[in-house]
């Protein structure tokens, strides 16, 4: 193995074995395609962790989400 590769990994975005490189911007994935994918998932919270919503405010719908003034300064 030489100084510019490292051990091999799958993409999480879709498996593709890759060199893990210090150097590799896209690092985890294999892509900018597949970061941009990854990242747009988790802005359409197709991907959730499962719990209970971090904030609790009574003003707050039955959904749990936030309202505009959980968004200000204090």
Do not use: H, K
């Not at 893990?20 to 988790?42: K, Q, V, Y």
Request: overall charge negative; proline content about 9%.
């Amino acid at each position: 193995m030489n100084q510019n590769t490292g051990p091999e990994v799958s993409c999480p975005g879709c498996s593709r074995v890759i060199n893990w490189n210090e150097n590799w911007p896209e690092r985890p994935f294999c892509s900018r395609r597949c970061r941009d994918l990854d990242f747009g998932a988790w802005a359409n919270e197709s991907y959730r962790i499962p719990g209970e919503p971090a904030w609790i405010d009574e003003e707050d719908d039955e959904t749990g989400t936030p309202d505009d003034d959980d968004f200000r300064l204090q």
